[in-house]
């Protein structure tokens, strides 16, 4: 059974820095693309960004810059690293993994609230 | 980057069959055969319904159905059920190697 299990989230101050981890198990995770979709409250899921296997990643513009995504295999664990955090970021993330350019199975999420 | 086009809302009764659109363009829908919806109950962790426009994974019900024209993909839902009520929402591959997700269609089953 494939599980992905998000922690790390939390309330950070505009401005801010917070990394977010997705731990993954019964996948094979270093021959898997991952990704990040986030969700603000009373709004639609984003996708925000993604990382295949090789380490190559590509963002959403709203966090180009001040997201980095990465993974480390040994571990079988993705994270998200956040900085220069605004308003806008605060919602639910949700680590999911690809397959046929799908995001296949999903987290149940960790929320990052941005507040001062 | 633009959402995907979704109604806001649909609504059935038990039993009944209702369709979701979902609109882009010659970018990401138009573009690919890589259109996939997910439900989503409040809550809890969203669940892939199909994939590749018209893929079922193991597991979901043959009552769920996908199909694409031009720039317009769509999910029918036959036979539906109270448990079938909650958000669902299409994603597309877009070019350079990116996704995006459609606003987002609340169904309520009557």
């Known amino acids: 059974e494939v599980q992905l299990v998000e922690s790390g989230g939390g309330l950070v101050q505009p401005g801010g820095s917070l990394r977010v981890s997705c731990a993954a198990s019964g996948l094979t995770f270093n021959n898997t693309w991952m990704h990040w979709v986030r969700q603000a409250p009373g709004k639609g899921l984003v996708w925000v960004s993604y990382?295949?296997?090789?380490?190559?990643?590509t963002y959403a513009d709203s966090v180009k810059g001040r997201f980095t995504i990465s993974r480390d295999n040994a571990k079988r664990t993705l994270y998200l690293q956040m900085n220069s955090l605004r308003s806008d970021d605060t919602g639910v993330y949700y680590c999911a993994s690809d397959a046929a350019y799908s995001l296949y199975y999903w987290g149940q999420g960790t929320v990052v609230t941005v507040s001062s | 980057q633009s959402a995907l086009t979704q109604p806001a809302s649909v609504s059935g009764s038990l039993g009944q069959s209702i369709t979701i659109s979902c609109t882009g363009t010659s970018s990401d829908v138009g573009g690919y055969s890589y259109v996939s919806w997910y439900q989503h109950h409040p809550g809890k962790a969203p669940k892939l319904m199909i994939y590749e426009v018209t893929n079922r994974p193991s597991g979901v019900s043959n009552r769920f159905s996908g199909s694409k024209s031009a720039n317009t993909a769509s999910l029918t839902i036959s036979g539906l059920q109270a448990e079938d009520e909650g958000d669902y929402y299409c994603?597309?591959?877009?070019?350079?190697?990116?996704?995006?997700f459609g606003g987002g269609t609340k169904l309520t089953v009557v």
């Open positions: 994603s597309s591959y877009r070019r350079s190697n990116s996704w995006v």
């Open positions: 990382i295949r296997s090789d380490g190559s990643a």
